[in-house]
């Protein structure tokens, strides 16, 4: 059972657009739901992470938007570079983190 | 910090092989997750540890798997034996205080088995 469902699988964005990726979970014990940003051979990063306290979290031009009632989440990514063409993938807690299955975002000059 | 650290970044064997891949966690980290990434599947959690105990084993494929972390600085992901299906590209990943705290994932060793 997949418990966190990410969507699309794959994105088109052009240079200065914004690019936005939807999650959904179900458990609503999970109390974290992090971004990561993961480049061809390389292991996933850490991009930006939100408790459930909170509606919006903010850093540079990468925003996470938190609906609890909806459990659902999504990235922002405004102003996209081609530098921010990566697979990016949402997750969330349990006890162990539970990941989507990523979304490879291309961003064309 | 180093970071987390794999090794080694490439292995290629053969089918019935005996397959050992290496992780340092980041000093400190009580958490020791190891994962598997395929285009299929995505990624899966197979085995993590606590202060060097193994806590959830579920994800373990099959008997073939197993992981040690004899200390709190080095763990093993040992696959005996090797099989063409378990290509795929393994991470490892550390934190402190357990997952509502965010991981360090390690580069990865890309396993190919043919």
């Known amino acids: 059972q997949q418990q966190v469902k990410q969507s699309p699988q794959s994105l088109i964005v052009q240079k200065g657009g914004i690019s936005i990726i939807n999650c959904a979970y179900e458990?609503?014990?999970?109390?974290?739901f992090p971004w990561y940003q993961q480049f061809p051979g390389k292991g996933p990063a850490l991009l930006i992470a939100?408790?459930?306290?909170?509606s919006e979290k903010k850093e540079g031009r990468f925003t996470i938007s938190f609906n609890k009632s909806a459990k659902q989440f999504s990235l922002h990514i405004m102003d996209s570079q081609p530098g921010d063409s990566a697979t990016y993938f949402c997750?969330?807690?349990?006890?162990?983190?539970?990941f989507g299955t990523g979304t490879s975002l291309t961003v064309i000059p | 910090d180093a970071g987390v650290i794999q090794s080694p970044r490439h292995e290629v064997t053969e089918m019935g092989q005996e397959v050992t891949l290496r992780c340092k966690p980041i000093?400190?980290?009580?958490?020791l997750f190891w994962y598997r990434q395929t285009m299929m599947r995505g990624l899966e959690l197979l085995i993590y540890?606590?202060?060097?105990?193994?806590?959830?084993d579920s994800g373990m494929p099959e008997d073939r798997f197993s992981a040690k972390m004899p200390n709190a600085s080095f763990s093993t992901l040992k696959i005996q034996p090797s099989e063409p299906r378990d290509s795929a590209v393994y991470f490892c990943?550390?934190?402190?205080?357990?997952?509502?705290?965010?991981?360090?994932f390690g580069s990865g060793t890309r396993l190919t088995v043919v």
């Open positions: 990943a550390s934190t402190l205080g357990g997952p509502r705290y965010g991981y360090t």
């Open positions: 458990n609503t014990a999970f109390d974290y």
């Open positions: 939100i408790r459930p306290d909170v």
């Open positions: 997750a969330a807690n349990g006890n162990q983190f539970y």
């Open positions: 000093s400190g980290h009580d958490y």
């Open positions: 540890f606590n202060n060097n105990v193994p806590i959830d």
